[in-house]
Each structure stands twice: as structure tokens, then as C-alpha cells.
């Protein structure tokens, strides 16, 4: 489905205003299109503001990445701290 297409859809379905629909399109595609290291840099980050430590971190970005719509390989907590940390 062509952007255009999918605009057209989404302010039918829903009766946001064609730039709203635009915007959480690209909003959506631009989250989806993350990398995976990309995604664990963005949520440790998040989580990090909201004063978790790693220790709990660690297994909620595992989690989340095993449900995200392309699932990530399965990573352990080093991999992680390494994406993270370098």
C-alpha cells in the first residue's frame, strides 16, 4: 500500500486530518524502522530518566525486543550492556 494510499486509509478509518495522519504514519514508521541497537540505546535511555537501574533494565529491553513486530535474535545481558556501553 503507497503512503498516499495508506494517508487516505487511516483518515477514513479513523477522521484524523490528513497531516495527522501523515505525521503518525511517518511516526510509526520511523519506530518500526529502528535497528536493533538503535532501539536498546533509545529505551535504556528512557528508563535511565526514569531513575531504573540496570538491573532492571536489562530484562525489559530483552522483553520488549522479543515482542517488537520483527523480533530481534535473542540477546543476553552482556550484548546489551555492550550496545549500550560499547
Sequence with gaps: MA????VRHVVASTGLAPETAARLIADVVAYYG???E???RRRHAELR???YGNASIWPVIAAELAER???APE???RQ???IVYG
Design 38 to 40: 538503535q532501539f536498546v
Design 69 to 71: 513486530r520483527v523480533a
Design 80 to 82: 546489551l550492556r555492550r
Design 34 to 36: 529502528e535497528t536493533t
Design 49 to 51: 530518566r526514569r531513575h
Design 75 to 77: 540477546l543476553s545481558e
Design 3 to 6: 503512503q498516499t494510499e495508506l
